[in-house]
Structures are given as C-alpha cells and as structure tokens.
C-alpha cells in the first residue's frame, strides 16, 4: 500500500535519488531492465536495485515483468510524465546555464512546421533581437506530433503550427495568432492579374500548377472547392515543392493555390498577386501551442506579441 500523501511528501525530497529516477525513465523508454542497462551503460542488477530502491521510497510497484520486457502498472504511467518532466527540467537547466555562461542574456527554443512559421518567424525574431541582442534563439522545424513531443520534454517552450491538423491534449495550451486561408495566386503580368472579379469558369481557361493528389496541401484545395461546388481546375504540372509552384506561376504564367500567410511574408510578394476570389476559410487557425501548467517566459510573451502585430489581417 503507498505511504499516505503528507507522509510522502516528506519523504520525496529526503530519500528520492536522482539515479534511481534516471533508471525509472530509461526503464519506461524502452520496456526491458536489460536494454535500459545497456543504455546507461550499467549492469541490469544495478537496474533492478534502483528501480525496487525508488519503489521502496514510493510505497508502490511501478512495472510488471511480461515474456517481451517490463510494462509500467498504473502507479508507474500516474509517475511517469512527472519523472520526464523532472528529468526535461534540469537538461534545459543545463543548457541555459551554459548558455548564460557564454554570456547570453535570455534563451528562447521555438518549434514550427515548415508552414505557417518559417513565413512571419524571421521576421517576428529580428524585431525580437533588436530589443534584446544578447539573447539566444533556437529554432527546430519538425511535424506537428514531433513538436508536441518537444513541448512536453521541455525541449522547446513554444511552438507554432495549424491546430486543425493535430489535436494537442488537454495539458497544452493554443492560443490562436489568425485564421489561415487559401487564395489564388498569378503572377502580377498574367492576363487576370488586374481585373477586378474573376470568376470560376475564367480560371478554368488557364492552366495551374498543383500539389500532387496524396497531399495535405491537395486535401485542402479539394475541401474548399468541395465547399464552394466547383471542379479542380486542369492543371499540366505537378510538384509538391512550394519553391517550384511559385517557379511556375512567375515563369510560366501559371496559377495556383497558396496560403494566404505564406503569400503576405513571401520574397516575390511584389512579383504575384492574389486573385480575387473569396474562399472558404477552412483551413484552421494557427496558432502558439505551450504547456498549459507552464507560464510562458518574458521572452516567450513578447515574441508572440510581435507576431500578432505583424501577420496579415483578414
């Protein structure tokens, strides 16, 4: 039977030893004594004495042996993401000290995906480090689970992606920036560049590039001409790069779909133009995803200022 709550309590700082806890994680990483020896690079009774040491201090069994390894109980999984946490805390620890060390006045680790970040983040960073030049910056771009991953392991403080694409969890916190949407882009010498309405069967006319059709970005275009009842536009190219489309679209007087964020912070903003067409908003907002039982850094705060005051209005 676990020791009651205020008795264990007293007991957790007094007797929790910082290697039983390191064995525990490894342990629950990989689901064997032998590997998580292996790992840490000690014997596997030295594992099996840490792991009954630490469920002596606790008062509860935390893994079960099966034929394939070890599986946490329920003791086990309700320790588990405090130990991590625990663990998270004093590897950033460490970094920000050597990081202060070198003289660095501030730290701040950011996740994005490839889309909609990279298009505002450069420039939110630099206003951010002209208030603040002796502060640290690191970006990780990484898939939306990836990057809740690195949240939860304190590996970043924020991140930033479309929240409609991946459902965080009850322990993060998203705070919406803008509603993402997507528009049709020519380039500003195309023959519908200067008109003031363009309707559908006039795109028609013309040929597009598109993604290809087992794409997220493909998925997106079908659900809002779904929504608006209108057919895919006939395209005679086809490239997942977003680099290429707009290749096309400046040099071989192509049409396409775009976001209207990426468009808004693009190098060739005065080269392309978005046709005024109204589509439906569906593809989610964006938003700055961080722990929910963790308060954002100074740092953190302000940078999500500075975004809000930069990124396009509908």
């Known amino acids: ?3 009651p709550a205020n008795n264990l309590i007293e007991r957790l700082p007094r007797y929790l030893k910082m290697g039983e806890l390191r064995v525990f994680v490894a342990v629950l990483e990989l689901r064997s004594f032998r590997k998580a020896a292996a790992a840490l690079h000690i014997t596997q009774p030295a594992i099996t004495k840490a792991i009954a040491g ?4 606790l008062g509860v069994k935390l893994f079960d042996r099966n034929s394939s390894g070890v599986e946490p109980t329920v003791h086990g999984l309700s320790f588990a993401p405090h130990a991590v946490a625990i663990f998270a805390e ?13 003289g660095v006045k501030g730290t701040l680790r ?5 889309m909609p970040g990279v298009a505002f983040l450069p420039i ?5 480090v002209d208030m603040h030049p002796d502060i640290f910056v690191s970006i990780v771009e990484a898939r939306e689970p990836d990057l809740v991953e690195r949240l939860r392991k304190r590996e970043i403080e924020l991140a ?12 993060l916190r998203i705070d919406v920036l803008f509603e993402e949407r997507l528009c049709i882009l020519a380039s500003r010498y195309h023959p519908l560049a200067k008109r003031r309405a363009v309707a559908w069967e006039d795109l028609q006319e013309h040929s597009w590039v598109l993604p290809p059709a087992d794409s997220l970005f493909f998925h997106h275009v079908r659900r809002t001409l779904d929504q608006l009842g209108k057919e895919l536009p006939r395209h005679v190219v086809e490239s997942l790069s977003i680099p290429f489309q707009y290749a096309m679209v400046l040099h071989g007087s192509m049409l396409s779909f775009g976001l209207r964020s990426q468009v808004e912070f693009s190098p060739h903003k005065n080269l392309v133009v978005q046709l005024p067409v109204d589509l439906p908003p569906i593809m989610g907002n964006v938003g700055v995803v961080t722990l929910g039982a963790r308060q954002p850094s100074p740092l953190a705060i302000q940078l999500i200022e500075k975004i809000r005051g930069i990124i396009p209005r509908t």
């Not at 950011?110 to 490839?114: H, S």
């Not at 939110?124 to 951010?128: G, T």
Request: glycine fraction near 4%; charge should be negative.
């Open 90 to 102: 004093l590897r950033s620890a460490a970094q920000e000290l050597a990081i202060v060390a070198s």
């Open 160 to 171: 930033i992606f479309r929240s409609a694409l991946f459902s965080p969890g009850d322990d």
């Open 110 to 114: 950011i996740g994005t995906v490839p």
């Open 54 to 57: 630490l469920e002596e201090v």
């Open 1 to 3: 039977m676990a020791p």
């Open 124 to 128: 939110a960073i630099k206003q951010l």
